[in-house]
Structure formats: C-alpha cells, structure tokens
C-alpha cells in the first residue's frame, strides 16, 4: 500500500506539471475529435498520430501522456459516431450502437450521449483505481520471472489472442505469426548476423515499428475509406436538448459497476481489449437485466453496459503492458511499441527504475479520465459536428497526416513508399477477414519472444525441458490451454443446448 | 477462392523465408544452444502449417469489390505513391496541394472546394508542422532557392 501512495504521489508530481497537464488536455481533446471521426478508431488515431509525436522531441513520460490521452480520448469519441451514426469507429463500439442508436433515434441524443459519457468515465475510473492497486503487485510478482517463464508468458498471450480475436483462429495465428516473422528482419542483435536484409542498408536495424503501424492501420484505414466512397452518405442525427438525469443514473449504477469488472478483467488478458470486454458486458447485462425484452430498442442499461466495460478494458490492457511488458490489446501494443522508441522497457522493472514513467502515465490516467468527461458533456455538440466532415476531405487528410508523421522521423522519402506498400498489404488482409492487431502484436514481441527463448536454452545448455520446469510456465500453459479449449467446448455446449431446445418445441 | 490465392502467394513467400532460414542464415562462430537461425526455422514451420489450413479450408467469402471500386483504389495508390515521389522535389507544400487537390476532387468534391482543400491543407499543414511544432518537413528543390534569395533579400 505505501508503494502505491508514494508511487501515485511520484507519479501525480509527474502529471500535475503544468506542461504534461497542458498534454493531457489537449491528447483527451485530439482524441475525441479523431475518434468522433466515422470509422476512424482508437488504433488508427494513435497509429496517425504518434509519429507526430515522437517527433515532437519531448521527454518520453509527457510523449507517452500525450498518447495516453489520445488513446483515452479516442475511446470515449468513439461513441459518439457510434450513437449518432450508427457506425461504429471500431470493434469495441459495436455494442454501443445497438442501443446507442436506437435512443438517438428517438430523439434522446443528448441523454444517451451524456450517459454514455457518465458510463464510460466510471468504467475508466474503476479502472485506473484497480490498476494502480494491482499494477505494482503484479510488477513485484513478475520480477521474479525467469525466460522461460517469459516464454511461456508469450504462448499464453498468443493462445489467448488466437482464440478470443478475430473470426478464425488460424487466421489471426497466421497474422501474429506473420508479425513474428517481420520482426526477424534485420541484425540479429546476439551474433550480428543479418537476416533477410538483402543487402538493403535501409532496413539493416529492421523495419521501423512506425512505419508498420502507420501502414497496417492508417495507410490500410485510408484505402477502406476510398473502397467505402462510393457507398453512399453518412447521414448524422441531431444532438438535442435532453440530457442524463439521476434517475437514470440511479437506474444505470448496478449495470455499470458490474460491466467495470467484467471489463477489467477481460482488459487484464493479453490480447483481449475493448472488443471482447464490451461484448462480454453487454450479454451478461442483457442475461440479468432483460426481463421486458427492450435491449435492442434504446434502453439505457445496454448503453451504458457496453460503453462502462470499454473504457474500463481500456485500463485494464495496460495492466499487462506496465507490467509484463505484454500488450492487452492493439492498442496498448501500439503504445508499448512507443515506450521501446524512447528506449524504455517496459516490464517489472520499470517501476522501480523508471517510476516518474509508469507512475505520471497512471496519474495522466486519473486526470485524463475526469478531463474528459468535463470536455465532453458540454461541448458534445462540437465533436458531434466533426461527423458532418464529408469523407473526401477525411480521406487524403489521413494521408497527409501519415505522410508528415513517417517523414518527420528520419526524412527518408523510402519510408513513405513502404507505408504506401504496407498499407495495401494492410487493405488485403482487412479484406479477407484478418484481424490486423496480431500483427502488431507479433511485431512488438517477436524480439522479446526470441531473446527470451534463446536465454533460456543458454541457461539450460541446449535442455529444451527447462521450458516446462517450473510451476509458473507449468500455470501459464495450462492457462493458454484452457482459453483455447473453453470457447470451443462453450461453443458446443451452446450448440447443443440449441439443438435440444430446437427439438422440444 | 480469394483467400486461396492470397494464401498461396503468402506460401511461396513463407517458403522463400524457410529456405533462407534453413541454409543460407549462419553465424561464423557461437556459444549459444541457439543461433540466428532456429526462431526463424520455427516460424516458418508455424506460419507454413497456417497457410495449409487455410488452403485445405478457405473461409468461402465473397471478395465483393466490383471494377469501379477497383479502379479507384488502384488511382488513390498511385497517387500515394506519386505524392511520396513527389515529396521532396516538390517539396511539403506543393505535393500536398496536388495530392490534396486530386484526391478529395477523385473521391467527389467540387473541383474549386478540391483546390481550395489543397491549398489550405497544404499551407496550413507547413504553418502548423514546420512554424509552430518545428518538424522537419521538405522544403523541396523547386521552393528552397527561393526560399534562400527571400532571406538574401531580407538580410
């Protein structure tokens, strides 16, 4: 308990620094605007934006808030492309729009907006309170990791990613794999042997993690956006008058603290982000509390259920960032790639040797939380009124963004080409159905992953049963196997219980 | 059958990458149990029994892009491609004034708003990026002599 305490005070000297707190603001600002942007998610805008502000030369803890904020804002931004337009920006606002839209639609934009709003704060600061109690445990639990415990960590996080994202389980095998593989480029940093540089000088240190974010996600988003064009208009509904009101608030409390915990938890699991937390949290609620049969139709509880759970994931996936060095979700993967940038890693170590870090970014999170939700209830209409941006402006603007962001790095007009390549590759995958945050995710890991392999068969002389011999990796691949097996075997049981009901009527 | 394909050209590259793991990555001399080259074999071997799966069992999806839809995308990347071309002979702000310009003009603005879109994006992006936040963007071959005989002038 001390550690937390002196660590939040560490950490709220950190962010109550008038600049990191001037960062705060203005990342929770640009990331509501960039998440209220149709069908540009969290992950595009910090993929977008995060060259920009690496190249902005600040000290790594105020870049990391800076992004931090945007995240956070993104995910709250989100939802309002989500209630007003019924298109969600991405995955983890899906659920928002089944009972988001249906609210505004009947003309209580206003109050679903704001409740939303209210929801989604409690959820993060749920969140952020957990995570600063657990975070340091956690951490101190870790230290006492070995590499092949690491390796067994890693199977863990990629058995879980196989079988919670994505549609097929091979497929997003396959994408993590393939980010392994890209990873691989470059000098191997233990012999200094190159592997599958070709002799291109340009990616002897590898392929810089930037430009596979910014072409995965920005580049492949742009190219969605130009396929989607053609399709029609965006037509947005009014913001109006009404507003939440405590009865409603009254109505909603019970469905938002226990979405917040079920968010957590699923934020917790590597691999698993806002997507899964906020479906979890929608059909536990609708379990419990659908008893008239309105979820679908504009009830308050399957707003606020959804938009409680993923904010609240959104804190829990930093847990495992902050601590093991493992990304919860894309995003986070995003943010962990950011941490390397500046030579930080992160991991079990990091709160002892880098606390104004790991601390300022928890302490960012609380003052984030509540920034937001003091911007967005009274100027909702003004995020609202970016959704009026018509697409074909939208569209090379990202492009514009990117090109500036991979430009200012190095000024190496090679990278803009590989963006542009990446990007296509990014569209095809999109396209037939692969899920592109295991990719990222195998990108960021694949050098820990390796290394840590490597260390331990070093220390083993060559023993490959040194990754089974001791009861942590022993746990960790017992859970990896349980998270495949208890979706396929729910999914039969479900099956079955369909079939049996199917044959009684 | 999409996904056939896709799959098959991601095998002959992954194949590529095995036969480079498998005999051309060496190290001279090592200590370690493990040498440059084992992660790679073992991600290939995954990656290779992947694309197996797939190809046994394609997901069946309709790859729904017409010819419209393709001829756009192919005219939005070679634009890109062009704009990156582009970028540091013409410099930050006339590439993103024509990149701007035919791209938002392609997608269906009104050609003056289109060029009036370039334009803003395009100066308003230096002033922001360049005056304000003071990244590195190109001043471009064409501009920077002018640039240089402005200052001249001035000083």
């Given at each position: 308990m001390d550690t937390v305490l002196s660590g939040l005070a560490t950490g709220f000297a950190v962010a109550l620094d008038p600049f990191n707190l001037m960062l705060v603001m203005v990342g929770c600002f640009v990331g509501t605007l960039i998440g209220a942007l149709p069908g540009l998610g969290p992950i595009n805008g910090v993929a977008i934006l995060l060259p920009i502000a690496y190249g902005l030369g600040f000290q790594p803890e105020s870049a990391l808030i800076l992004l931090a904020g945007i995240y956070y804002g993104a995910e709250y931004g989100g939802r309002i492309s989500s209630i007003l337009l019924n298109v969600p920006g991405d995955a983890g606002a899906v659920m928002t729009t089944l009972d988001g839209n249906p609210m505004a639609r009947a003309g209580q934009a206003g109050r679903a907006l704001s409740l939303s709003a209210v929801a989604s704060f409690a959820g993060g600061t749920f969140a952020v309170i957990l995570m600063s109690l657990f975070a340091p445990a956690l951490a101190g639990f870790a230290v006492t990791f070995g590499p092949a415990d690491y390796v067994a960590l890693m199977v863990f996080a990629f058995a879980s990613l196989a079988s919670l994202v994505g549609k097929s389980t091979v497929k997003t095998l396959l994408g993590a794999t393939i980010g392994l593989m890209l990873a691989t480029i470059g000098i191997d940093a233990n012999t200094g042997v190159p592997r599958y540089t070709f002799g291109l000088p340009d990616i002897l240190a590898g392929i810089d993690f930037l430009i596979v974010v910014v072409g995965l996600f920005g580049m492949a988003e742009l190219l969605t956006l130009v396929e989607h064009q053609a399709r029609g208009t965006l037509k947005s509904l009014p913001v109006d008058k009404s507003f939440v009101s405590m009865a409603d608030l009254a109505a909603t409390k019970w469905t938002i603290a226990r979405a917040s915990v079920i968010g957590f938890f699923i934020g917790i699991l590597p691999g698993t982000g806002a997507s899964v937390a906020s479906a979890v949290a929608y059909g536990t609620e609708k379990r419990i509390s659908d008893k008239d049969g309105t979820?679908?139709?504009?009830?308050?509880?399957?707003?606020?259920?959804?938009?409680?759970?993923?904010?609240?994931?959104?804190?829990?996936?930093?847990?495992?960032?902050?601590?093991?060095?493992?990304?919860?979700?894309?995003?986070?993967?995003?943010?962990?790639?950011?941490?390397?940038?500046?030579?930080?890693?992160?991991?079990?170590?990091?709160?002892?040797?880098?606390?104004?870090?790991?601390?300022g970014l928890v302490a960012s999170m609380y003052i984030g939380n509540v920034a937001l939700l003091v911007i967005n209830l009274p100027l909702v209409g003004l995020f609202a009124?970016?959704?009026?941006?018509?697409?074909?402006?939208?569209?090379?603007?990202?492009?514009?963004?990117?090109?500036?962001?991979?430009?200012?790095?190095?000024?190496?007009?090679?990278?803009?080409?590989?963006?542009?390549?990446?990007?296509?590759?990014?569209?095809?995958?999109?396209?037939?159905?692969?899920?592109?945050?295991?990719?990222?995710?195998?990108?960021?890991?694949?050098?820990?992953f390796e290394d840590n392999l490597r260390r331990a068969l070093s220390i083993s002389g060559g023993d490959w049963s040194i990754l089974v011999s001791n009861w942590k990796s022993l746990l960790l691949y017992a859970l990896a196997l349980l998270v495949v097996i208890l979706p396929i075997w729910l999914g039969r049981r479900a099956r079955a219980n369909a079939v049996r009901e199917a044959e009684t009527h | 059958m999409a996904n056939r394909i896709f799959a098959a050209v991601l095998l002959v590259v992954t194949l590529g990458y095995a036969v480079i793991a498998f005999t051309a990555i060496k190290a001279p001399f090592q200590y370690d149990p493990l040498g440059p080259e084992s992660w790679p074999r073992i991600l290939s071997i995954v990656a290779i029994l992947c694309l197996l799966v797939i190809l046994w069992k394609p997901d069946d999806e309709a790859f729904d892009v017409t010819r419209k839809v393709w001829f756009r995308l192919t005219a939005a990347v070679a634009m890109l491609f062009g704009y990156a071309e582009l970028y540091e002979p013409l410099g930050f702000i006339l590439?993103?004034?024509?990149?701007?310009?035919?791209?938002?003009?392609?997608?269906?603005?009104?050609?003056?708003?289109?060029?009036?879109?370039?334009?803003?994006?395009?100066?308003?992006?230096?002033?922001?990026?360049?005056?304000?936040?003071?990244?590195?963007?190109?001043?471009?071959?064409l501009i920077a002599p002018l640039f240089e005989t402005h200052q001249q002038g001035e000083s």
């Open positions: 979820f679908g139709t504009g009830d308050p509880r399957g707003l606020a259920a959804p938009e409680a759970a993923n904010n609240a994931a959104a804190g829990g996936s930093m847990v495992p960032m902050l601590t093991l060095g493992i990304p919860g979700s894309g995003t986070t993967a995003i943010l962990l790639g950011a941490l390397l940038m500046f030579n930080i890693q992160p991991g079990p170590m990091m709160f002892a040797q880098r606390p104004e870090v790991a601390w009124r970016m959704l009026t941006i018509p697409q074909h402006y939208l569209t090379p603007l990202i492009a514009i963004l990117a090109f500036i962001g991979i430009y200012t790095i190095v000024g190496n007009p090679h990278d803009l080409f590989m963006i542009t390549g990446l990007g296509v590759f990014g569209w095809f995958l999109r396209k037939l159905d692969f899920s592109l945050a295991p990719i990222v995710l195998g990108f960021v890991l694949g050098g820990l | 590439s993103t004034i024509l990149f701007g310009t035919i791209l938002s003009a392609m997608l269906g603005a009104p050609l003056l708003r289109a060029l009036g879109f370039g334009v803003a994006a395009g100066v308003a992006g230096w002033l922001l990026c360049v005056t304000l936040m003071d990244l590195n963007l190109p001043e471009g071959e």
